[in-house]
């Protein structure tokens, strides 16, 4: 080959590939989405879903119910539950992983409800209605956000806008700011979001004006307890909380009658129900994508249950759940609150006492000699109960030791709970899930019309107009008759009203709700009670460090520019 | 074999006057007949054969045969190209006949090194490089090429990444150090002149018959920003003249588990766990003889049974077992004047230390060079891998092995008829599965299916003297195929439902050059070589993914998921890069006393923001042969002296496609049975994203002395990094949820390199006894010197202006708050809980350093960090008749490493109880321990944990032994082969010094320092995963050739 060919030969081959080049570094993804996509009306549609979805990272894992339900009079920690948040021991840190991931989750989706609500106003092909509806959701989830952050941490950063560049700075603002925002934000969003859950083709788990005038009354009933408190705060609430209660019928919401059709599975869309955090049998769509137990999951299920599967004649079933023992019922809570069984069936209702054999393989003997007292057709070396019989129980009353060892099954008196076995709370129990260790697939009940009622009574108990609060009370009082109870023993007057009375009352309709320590913190009574009734805090909660959660130290050390994060008292 | 070719050339120019003198016969002669080989056996064609002091001589023909008449009792001197020449005497005898052994030499100025577009005659280089021959590469026959070259060279720090070795794992390799923290700091490899990007274990390092790392500015410059972190150049065999070459290599061999865990047995755990009990609920039993233990619950029935039968189940021992490694490799080359070629094929196998574990890799190789009349050279070679991998899934706590640390000692993996227990292993809190589960038929199927072939071709033209052009094109095709399956039944699902996933990869990369290159001497002093360059780089990949549960029936495996439910599809990508590049590169030497090359080159990436795209990289180097001077033509000893520095500026781009443009994340959600697929902000758009640029000051000096019996390089160097690249974690306020990846902060990196060659005793018989030596060491500094916005500390993103990247941030320990009154005061007055269950009496104790009477986060420090003080690597060769035996050590020294295995994330060293726990001397009231704290039922890690979790990385690792043994030619004459060795290798049979195997329960200290399993969110610790454990291998060879 000669020479000649070989200069058009590189040239032809340098010009084929020069003019394709530069376009070669604009870049054009195709497999993900970039934050152009949110300012359109699909991207507002889907980033209104994602902030809806931001629930299930706060209601139905370990950390936020780790905050609200153990630490509080009402439940101790249980044998696999936190060794130091929920105690208040030394081992409760900044560096908390609940209180770390609250914190977190509410700030990432506040940013999406800001994105909605700041670049809706402006989207092209967005009609009026729907661009309504976006907005009024997404404040009434951004409210609610920052309902959990000012309740736990006090004066907290208050973002606005829509953050989309990077920031490393960041101050606290004052709680009554924060509660003036969240405030202004439920009054918009009630004014324009569909009026009840259960009209107008309302899909579940959707905001409406029902719940949102709900978490109203609750925020003015929570400023009126806070250093923040404003004039007219104890009125606001009840006005709030008794147009809710009396428009109710009109709305299609009511209490319903039998206290354990409130809770009862499948039943999630009733009439007493004002918002849920949604989960689904569609399992692509429940949570985590192995469905095991992490991220979004619902694990209220596992939450409760106790060590029942190691005991004789039982073994993990789907029926009974996975023991997670996180937490275990304070005996004030078993046996005081609900001391009162006949007439108030709210007892047998929330707490599962009694386990039926499900596992034939080690079912007990009886010994010889047979002991005093053991029932008639007991015999030495024969199994004490078969299959179905009853394996353990709970009578919430005191046996003798002689009666326990005559027993056929493992009775278990009050006084012999402990960590790993106690009466267990029922109201998040699955038993369609796909497999004995999956999460639930129910959704979560988050705010409920009773709840209502109870803030109507102590927002005006609170105010000083404890006769008013009585029929609020009552309602809730008398429907837990239901259906063999006297009703009308159940009612109080207003001599038996009294702060100490109502967070009781809370305690009977709403425990393991995880609300309990907001309600303590409110009320001003968590160290009080913590140290009555709580074993495994009484001796180490400290006023005021424990009244408010530590900003996660992720928080202070991440704060590198501008003034340093400021921490809570005592931390 | 490149260099041999050029060196043989040379060689046969200047000695040709001398070959004509030889063939003069002389009657006072005798005649000499030999073979030259080199330590592999193979012949050495173009050796020269001298009589000393006469300048007359011969050299040996293709078959490394020569024929020579030398006066009687004169010395026959044996020299060539890249090896240490020989001497040897002869006699008054009429006829001689030996074979000769060369050995290597290492730092031979003659040898021509394979650089970035170009080969270079090693005294020509200027920048700081490392070139590792096919000899040092076949020194330990390996499963990959990375493996092959730990301990080789000064500055390349080749570590198990996250101490993974199942079969199929790659190590991580550094190049001086790290530099920045983000996608990565592998450095380039560019095979056959074509960047790879395929898998460093679809390369079949048999294939590879050289080796050159490129360390310091001016040597990478030409491979702009993608030499950023170092460049591996790997030269894979061609053929070359000479009748065709058969030959055929292979080794067979075991691979162990190099020990086990130090787990608890038995007793020992029953003993833990009532601890743990007595310390969760303090006052409720008597002590560890209380009878309650036995009857409340604490200890399962099988446990109880157990204990009673004094039963200590082994479950590592039941799970690991021997796993066998097979390789066989066979090529032919040979060509002629105008075509050359060679052709190989490859299978190698190994399966792992437990069941399921294996990798297969066939391979095929072929390249053609063919001259195309006078002017035109055009050549082809192509890689072609198809490998399987299978359980690759080792990472995972529900991995069989790590349930398998994790099994209750008290409990037999069998019951009572001898069958397999299917389930949870009774007293594991119903955690850990039967591990042994996942070994019965149908129970679990991981295969990964690589398909990867690499071609690269050339055309060169020589277009006027001294004028080349020359176009590079390179395709690189991968296809990628994944499935899992795992029955109900299995530690990965322990009970649910049976899961599948199947994931599939398709990616190309093209490269195209054109070169254009000017080599001319003027006036015999001025050498000039001009090289230019313009390149496309584009590289695609498409990954999809799907998985799903509840598979209809087992049997149908990952391989039907129309039959199954939940189908859920993530984790899809498809990113697309394109750099586009010019070059430039100018040598200059005068005399070949004083070189100068001069590199510029232009990248535009597209993974950057307009406006930043392009940025253009210079750098320039000196080199001076000080040996060339007449001042030292006087010093005999010194046989070699070059001075050289250069300085220059390279680019970093390596950040992920689109992390410009910012993204939103999937969140999935449901209104009733209304689903939806939501999407929100996570990763915020940074439009200001613009190149990281290192630059790079080395200086260095090669040198050799007596004959080159002692030669060798210090190289000292500076880099400074600014615009770092990293992802910075931002606060929780700021609402983003993930890592920015943006510009910001200085690091440096300072370091020294010695490499030392050395021929210790060279005999002067034919076959006499030698010994060689190749020491490196090497030292590396580096630090973050500067943050944005006058930051000196970013906790959450472990960064400290001052301190190496990826500094270990943490409380410092004292030791174990002790049941004394004075230690519960003092823990008291810090307000600490010093009753219950959250009692800080018996675990760990860590400092006020502050002062501030509490424990607060105020008493963090600094512990250190995971760079060593100096690493290092020592072969030592020694031969004898037809044995060699080849030593290759290399260690650590200083550094800490993160152990997974001590920490939470492995459940390994919880205190809790739950399940089995490594077997350390733990705090109890009475026995004053101070290192390990109490055992604690209450609590699922022990309170500030990870600070037991820190170690001294030192260790000293022998990392091969191979005894090899070349069968002489009269006995392998016999055979029919030309060659024969037969070797005998044991890879990684001791650990020497390693506080943290000796003296803490670990098994190996060799971890990558950026594998990202440490306890920062930016990863950058040596951090130790549980995983495949580490393993030891023999195996047994031979290479033949035909």
């Known amino acids: 080959m000669k020479n000649v060919f070989i200069y058009p030969l590189s040239i032809l081959v340098a010009l084929a590939i020069f003019p394709a080049c530069q376009k070669k570094l604009v870049e054009s993804p195709q497999s993900i989405l970039t934050p152009a996509f949110f300012s359109t009306p699909q991207g507002l549609q889907a980033g209104l879903d994602a902030a809806y979805a931001g629930n299930r990272m706060v209601w139905g894992p370990q950390d936020f119910f780790n905050l609200t339900v153990a630490g509080t009079d009402e439940f101790n920690s249980g044998n696999d539950g936190d060794n130091g948040l929920v105690k208040y021991n030394s081992g409760y840190t900044t560096s908390n992983t609940n209180v770390t991931n609250v914190w977190g989750y509410c700030y990432r989706y506040i940013n999406t409800c800001n994105g909605l609500i700041d670049i809706a106003p402006t989207v092209a092909g967005l009609d009026t209605t729907t661009r309504k509806n976006i907005l009024a959701e997404a404040k009434f989830l951004r409210a609610n956000y920052y309902f959990i952050l000012v309740q736990f941490w006090g004066d907290v950063t208050l973002n606005q806008h829509f953050q989309t560049t990077p920031t490393t700075s960041a101050t606290r603002s004052p709680m009554g700011d924060v509660y003036k925002f969240i405030i202004q934000d439920l009054t918009d969003a009630i004014a324009a979001l569909p009026p009840s859950p259960l009209q107008g083709g309302v899909l579940p788990g959707k905001a409406t004006g029902a719940a949102a005038r709900h978490l109203l009354a609750r925020v003015y009933l929570t400023r009126a307890g806070s250093t923040a408190a404003q004039a007219g705060d104890y009125a606001n609430a009840y006005n709030t909380a008794i147009g809710l209660i009396n428009s109710s019928a009109s709305l299609g919401l009511g209490l319903q009658q039998d206290f354990s059709k409130v809770f009862a599975e499948g039943n999630e869309t009733n009439s007493e129900i004002l918002w849920t955090v949604q989960h689904t049998s569609t399992l692509a769509y429940n949570g985590s994508p192995a469905q095991n137990s992490s991220g979004p999951d619902n694990l209220y299920n596992h939450l409760f249950v106790p060590q029942y599967e190691s005991q004789p004649g039982m073994q993990r079933s789907t029926l009974y759940g996975r023991p997670y023992i996180r937490v275990v019922p304070t005996h004030w809570l078993t046996d005081t609150v609900f001391a009162e069984r006949v007439n108030d069936q709210r007892y047998n209702k929330t707490f599962q006492t009694m386990w039926l054999c499900n596992y034939a393989g080690n079912i007990p003997v009886w010994p010889n000699p047979l002991p005093a007292g053991a029932p008639a057709g007991a015999v030495p070396g024969q199994k004490k109960f078969a299959l179905g019989d009853t394996a353990i129980f709970m009578p919430g009353y005191n046996v003798t030791d002689a009666q326990i060892k005559a027993s056929r099954y493992l009775l278990i008196p009050p006084r012999n709970y402990n960590i790993r076995l106690a009466p267990t709370v029922t109201k998040y129990f699955d038993t369609k899930r796909s497999d004995m260790n999956a999460p639930s697939i129910r959704p979560i009940i988050v705010y409920r019309l009773a709840d209502t009622y109870l803030v109507a009574a102590e927002a005006l108990f609170m105010d000083g107009r404890a006769t008013d609060a009585l029929p609020y009370i009552n309602a809730i009082r008398e429907r837990a008759a239901y259906p063999s109870g006297n009703k009308a023993a159940m009612d109080v007057t207003a001599g038996n009203l009294s702060l100490n009375f109502i967070l009781d009352e809370r305690s009977r309709e709403l425990c393991g709700e995880t609300i309990r320590w907001f309600d303590l913190v409110r009320t001003g009574q968590l160290v009080q009670r913590i140290v009555l009734h709580n074993t495994d805090g009484q001796k180490n909660i400290i006023s005021p460090k424990h009244l408010l959660r530590p900003i996660p130290q992720t928080q202070i050390d991440g704060t590198i520019t501008g003034n340093p994060y400021p921490q809570n008292p005592g931390w | 074999m490149k260099s041999l070719r050029y060196a043989g050339i040379l060689c046969t120019l200047f000695f040709l006057p001398h070959l004509l003198y030889s063939q003069d016969p002389n009657a006072n002669t005798v005649s000499v007949h030999g073979k030259i080989t080199n330590s592999n056996g193979e012949p050495l064609s173009f050796v020269s054969v001298m009589i000393k002091g006469t300048g007359k001589g011969t050299s040996t023909n293709a078959e490394g045969v020569f024929e020579l008449q030398a006066p009687r009792n004169s010395t026959i001197s044996i020299s060539a190209t890249g090896y240490i020449s020989k001497e040897i005497k002869v006699g008054a005898k009429e006829q001689y006949t030996f074979s000769a052994t060369l050995l290597e030499n290492k730092n031979e100025l003659n040898q021509v090194i394979v650089i970035g577009y170009g080969t270079r005659k090693r005294s020509d280089v200027t920048g700081a490089v490392t070139s590792i021959s096919e000899q040092a590469l076949r020194e330990v026959p390996v499963a990959n090429l990375s493996d092959a070259l730990k301990g080789q060279g000064a500055g390349i720090d080749i570590q198990k990444d996250a101490g993974n070795s199942k079969p199929g794992a790659s190590p991580k390799i550094l190049v001086r150090g790290t530099r920045s923290i983000n996608a990565s700091n592998d450095p380039l490899f560019v095979v056959d002149g074509i960047p790879y990007n395929g898998n460093i274990n679809d390369l079949n390092p048999d294939d590879v018959v050289a080796v050159t790392v490129l360390k310091d500015a001016s040597a990478t410059a030409i491979y702009g920003s993608r030499g950023a972190n170092g460049v591996v150049l790997v030269t894979t065999r061609r053929g070359r003249n000479g009748k065709p070459v058969i030959t055929y290599g292979g080794y067979a061999g075991f691979v162990k588990n190099f020990g086990q865990f130090d787990l608890m047995d038995g007793p020992t755990f029953r003993d833990f766990k009532k601890w743990a009990l007595i310390n969760q609920t303090p006052g409720v039993y008597s002590g560890l003889n209380d009878p309650k233990f036995l009857t409340d619950g604490t200890f399962t029935p099988e446990e109880v049974q157990g204990i009673n039968t004094n039963r200590s189940t082994d479950w590592q021992k039941l799970v690991f077992r021997t796993g066998i490694m097979t390789d066989h490799q066979i090529g032919v080359s040979g060509g002629t004047d105008i075509t050359q070629y060679s052709l190989s094929g490859g299978y190698y196998r190994e399966t792992g230390v437990y069941p399921g574990q294996r990798f297969e890799r066939y391979s095929v190789r072929a390249s053609v060079d063919q001259q195309l009349g006078k002017w035109v050279k055009v050549g082809i070679s192509s890689l072609n891998t198809y490998s399987i991998t299978n359980g690759e899934i080792a990472s995972d706590v529900n991995n069989p092995m790590a349930q398998g640390y994790r099994a209750n000692p008290l409990v037999s993996p069998y019951d009572s008829t001898g069958k397999l227990v299917n389930a949870y292993v009774p007293g594991t809190a119903n955690q850990v599965w039967n591990p042994l589960a996942n070994f019965l038929p149908g129970a679990a199927a991981e295969t990964r299916k690589r398909l990867g072939t690499f071609t690269t071709a050339y055309l060169e033209a020589s277009l006027a003297p001294g004028l080349k052009y020359r176009f590079n094109g390179g395709a690189e095709l991968r296809s990628d195929t994944y499935g899992n399956f795992f029955a109900k039944n299995t530690s990965y699902n322990q009970g649910a439902q049976n899961t599948g996933s199947n994931r599939y990869s398709f990616s190309t990369n093209f490269t195209l050059e054109n070169l254009l290159i000017y080599d001319k001497t003027f006036a015999q002093k001025h050498k000039i070589n001009f090289t230019a360059l313009y390149s496309l780089q584009e590289s695609q990949t498409q990954t999809t993914r799907f998985d799903y549960n509840n598979v209809l029936a087992d049997a149908l495996q990952y391989f039907n998921p129309q039959y199954a439910s939940n189908l859920q599809s993530s984790k899809n990508s498809s990113p697309k890069w394109d750099i586009i590049s010019y070059m430039g590169r100018a040598n200059y030497s005068f005399a070949d006393k004083y070189l100068l090359t001069l590199t510029m080159r232009s990248d535009g990436s597209s993974r950057l923001a307009p406006g930043n795209k392009y940025h253009v990289f210079p750098s320039a180097a000196v080199a001076w042969n000080m040996i060339q001077e007449p001042f030292l033509a006087s010093a005999t000893a010194v046989s070699n002296l070059k001075l050289r520095a250069s300085y220059g500026t390279v680019g970093n781009t390596a950040i992920d496609p689109y992390k410009t443009l910012g993204a939103l994340s999937a969140a999935t959600y449901n209104y009733g049975t209304v689903n939806t697929t939501g999407a929100y902000l996570t990763d915020v758009a940074n439009p200001n994203l613009t190149w990281e640029y290192t630059s790079t000051l080395n200086i260095g000096v090669d040198f050799g002395f007596l004959q080159n019996r002692i030669s060798g390089s210090v190289e000292v160097y500076q880099q400074k990094t600014h615009d770092l ?131 607060d986060p105020g008493d963090r420090v600094i512990l250190g960090n995971s760079q060593p003080k100096f690493e290092g690597g020592i072969t030592n ?98 055979t029919g082969a030309k060659t024969m060795r037969v070797y005998a290798t044991a890879a990684n049979p001791f650990i020497l010094f390693s506080p943290y195997r000796n003296k803490y329960h670990g098994l190996d200290p060799e971890v990558s320092m950026q594998s990202g399993a440490g306890t920062g969110s930016s990863g950058n610790q040596a951090g130790i995963n549980v995983d495949t454990p580490p393993t030891w291998s023999m195996i047994f060879g031979i290479n033949v050739s035909l």
């Open chain 2, 725 to 855: 690249l990293l992802p910075q974690s931002l606060p929780a306020t700021s609402g983003i949820q993930n890592a920015n990846v943006t510009n910001i902060g200085k690091t440096e990196n300072k370091g020294i390199e010695l490499h030392l060659s050395t021929v210790n005793i060279q005999s002067s018989r034919s076959n006499g006894f030698s010994w060689t030596s190749d020491l490196n060491i090497f030292i590396n500094r580096g630090k973050i010197t500067q943050l944005a916005n006058g930051v000196t500390q970013d906790i959450n993103n472990n960064w400290f202006v001052g301190q190496p990247i990826g500094a270990i941030f943490d409380y410092k320990r004292v030791g174990i708050w002790q049941a004394t009154p004075g230690d519960t005061a003092l823990a008291q007055s810090l307000g600490l809980t010093t009753t219950g269950s959250g009692s800080v009496i018996g675990q760990i104790r860590v400092a006020d350093v502050n002062g501030s009477k509490t424990i």
């Open chain 2, 877 to 974: 060769r020694f031969s004898y008749k037809g044995f060699d035996f080849t030593v290759v050590a290399f260690g650590r020294y200083g550094g800490l490493l993160v152990s997974r295995m001590h920490q939470s994330g492995s459940f390994m060293n919880t205190y809790q109880s739950n399940y089995n726990n490594l077997n350390i001397h733990y705090w109890t009231p009475t026995n004053g321990e101070n290192y390990y704290p109490k055992p604690n039922h209450a609590q699922t890690n022990p309170p500030n944990g990870s600070v037991l979790t820190y170690f001294d990385a030192t260790y000293l690792k022998i990392r091969s032994l191979s005894l090899g043994y070349t069968l002489p030619q009269s006995l392998v004459k016999r």
